[in-house]
């Protein structure tokens, strides 16, 4: 009888929840239009990495078949797209006049490199590079990969080590996108759930609506209860809408399993809790954006979300280690992609540790009697 009562309360409340979300266009915002925009803002960005093409300009002082026969090889390595530069033309004058990134020259006598010996004679590729520009590297490293089998060919060497390039996985090729996704998942279940919950609260407690719920049948545990409900509904929302976008769009390749959904699920919890605590110093509803913000926008960028841990200095990978939301994103991503179910098992038990703190902690700190 008790449960049956509570499960009513429970529901009631759900139910209010579920009109006032629909009412907030903000809530809507967060829950289904902002990770929809990071998906395709990232992915039109990343998903075409691997065809990526970099243009280099190449001015041909030799003008000989064999200098020839070299660009076509640059060129025939789908990676560069090769402009050529009259060898009348000043060179320092063309690069200022057109802002050019990367210039090679070949020069007069590149030929006489392909001679037997004793004719034979070094030659010397000039390589202009801005190093301020991203491709730079890219290109480099193609122009002297193409120069360092020349000269293999030359010495009369053979290949005896060769390297094959593969994605991560065997069972499948992952890109960017597939990497991102699972930390907008994280990160969309913890900007929805916070920012709602110290939204909610500091409205109850600014409009005396806490000092009304403390004289109703219902406790704080069964609002706690249902608030989480409805934060665990939504969190679901976004994730099918993220998974749907991401396969329509970009056809990503991500694997929703027990250990996966049970994160999702806990870190709708923990963050619906942390927002209980926050909220909890909050004095007014124009300031809890605010006080939201100053918690979530730090995790936003330094849980790996975005960018992967081993990239940040050991400072900011020392802080990202202590922060919930780095531990959700390695869960899902240790689960949706690498298949790797001990790691996914481990973040799955530090997230629910870390949910069960913030519960208990929030509850202590939270009596409608002092609102």
Same mark, same amino acid.
């Given at each position: 009888?008790?449960?049956?009562?509570?499960?009513?309360?429970?529901?009631?409340?759900?139910? &209010?929840?579920?009109?006032?979300?629909?009412?907030?266009?903000?809530? #809507?915002?967060?829950?289904?239009?902002?990770?929809?925009l990071?998906?395709?803002?990232?992915?039109?960005?990343f /998903?075409?990495?691997?065809?990526?093409?970099?243009?280099?300009?190449?001015?041909?002082?030799?003008?000989?078949?064999?200098?020839?026969?070299?660009? +076509? &090889?640059?060129?025939?390595?789908?990676?560069? =797209?090769?402009?050529?530069?009259?060898?009348?033309?000043?060179?320092?004058?063309?690069?200022?006049?057109?802002? !050019?990134?990367?210039?090679?020259?070949?020069?007069?006598?590149?030929?006489?490199?392909?001679?037997?010996?004793?004719?034979?004679?070094? /030659?010397?590729?000039l390589?202009?590079?801005?190093?301020?520009?991203?491709?730079?590297?890219?290109?480099?490293?193609?122009?002297?990969?193409?120069?360092?089998?020349?000269?293999?060919?030359?010495?009369?060497?053979?290949?005896?080590?060769?390297?094959?390039?593969?994605g991560?996985?065997?069972?499948?090729?992952?890109?960017?996108?597939?990497?991102?996704?699972?930390?907008?998942?994280?990160?969309?279940?913890?900007?929805?759930?916070?920012?709602?919950?110290?939204?909610?609260?500091t409205?109850y407690?600014?409009?005396?609506?806490?000092?009304?719920?403390?004289?109703?049948? =219902?406790?704080?545990?069964?609002?706690?209860?249902?608030?989480?409900?409805?934060?665990?509904?939504?969190?679901?929302?976004?994730?099918?809408?993220?998974?749907?976008?991401?396969?329509?769009?970009?056809? #990503?390749?991500?694997?929703?399993?027990?250990i996966? !959904?049970?994160?999702?699920?806990?870190?709708?919890?923990?963050?619906?809790?942390?927002?209980? =605590?926050? &909220?909890?110093?909050?004095?007014?509803?124009?300031?809890?954006?605010?006080?939201?913000?100053?918690?979530?926008f730090?995790?936003?960028?330094?849980?790996?979300?975005?960018?992967?841990?081993?990239?940040?200095?050991?400072?900011?990978?020392?802080?990202?280690?202590?922060?919930?939301?780095?531990? #959700?994103?390695?869960?899902?991503? +240790?689960?949706?992609?690498?298949?790797?179910? &001990?790691?996914?098992?481990?973040?799955?038990?530090?997230?629910?540790m870390?949910?069960? #703190?913030?519960?208990?902690?929030?509850?202590?700190?939270?009596?409608?009697?002092?609102?």
């Amino acid at each position: 009888m008790t449960g049956r009562l509570m499960s009513s309360k429970v529901m009631i409340n759900l139910i &209010a929840q579920i009109k006032m979300f629909f009412r907030s266009p903000g809530s #809507v915002f967060w829950t289904v239009a902002f990770p929809v925009l990071l998906i395709l803002l990232f992915g039109a960005i990343f /998903s075409g990495t691997g065809s990526t093409k970099y243009s280099l300009y190449v001015q041909d002082l030799d003008g000989s078949p064999i200098s020839e026969e070299f660009v +076509d &090889a640059l060129n025939s390595t789908g990676v560069l =797209i090769i402009n050529k530069v009259d060898p009348g033309i000043d060179s320092d004058q063309y690069i200022k006049d057109n802002s !050019i990134a990367s210039f090679l020259t070949i020069p007069q006598g590149f030929s006489s490199s392909f001679l037997p010996e004793p004719e034979r004679q070094n /030659s010397t590729l000039l390589l202009r590079i801005d190093n301020s520009s991203s491709s730079s590297g890219t290109v480099a490293t193609i122009v002297n990969a193409a120069s360092q089998s020349i000269n293999l060919e030359l010495a009369g060497g053979s290949i005896v080590v060769s390297t094959a390039i593969l994605g991560i996985s065997n069972t499948a090729q992952y890109n960017f996108i597939d990497f991102f996704l699972p930390g907008v998942i994280g990160l969309t279940a913890m900007t929805s759930t916070v920012n709602w919950m110290v939204g909610l609260q500091t409205r109850y407690r600014q409009n005396g609506i806490f000092k009304k719920l403390a004289t109703t049948p =219902i406790t704080q545990m069964d609002w706690l209860v249902s608030l989480i409900l409805w934060q665990i509904a939504t969190v679901f929302m976004s994730v099918v809408i993220i998974l749907a976008v991401g396969i329509l769009a970009f056809d #990503v390749h991500l694997t929703l399993d027990p250990i996966s !959904i049970g994160i999702i699920v806990l870190s709708s919890a923990l963050f619906s809790a942390m927002g209980l =605590i926050i &909220a909890r110093f909050v004095k007014d509803e124009e300031t809890a954006g605010a006080a939201a913000g100053a918690i979530t926008f730090p995790m936003m960028f330094l849980a790996g979300s975005f960018f992967p841990l081993e990239s940040m200095p050991p400072y900011l990978a020392a802080i990202a280690k202590a922060m919930p939301l780095t531990y #959700v994103n390695n869960g899902l991503r +240790d689960s949706m992609i690498y298949a790797n179910t &001990a790691g996914a098992i481990n973040n799955l038990l530090i997230v629910a540790m870390l949910t069960v #703190v913030f519960m208990v902690v929030g509850a202590a700190i939270s009596t409608w009697k002092q609102e």
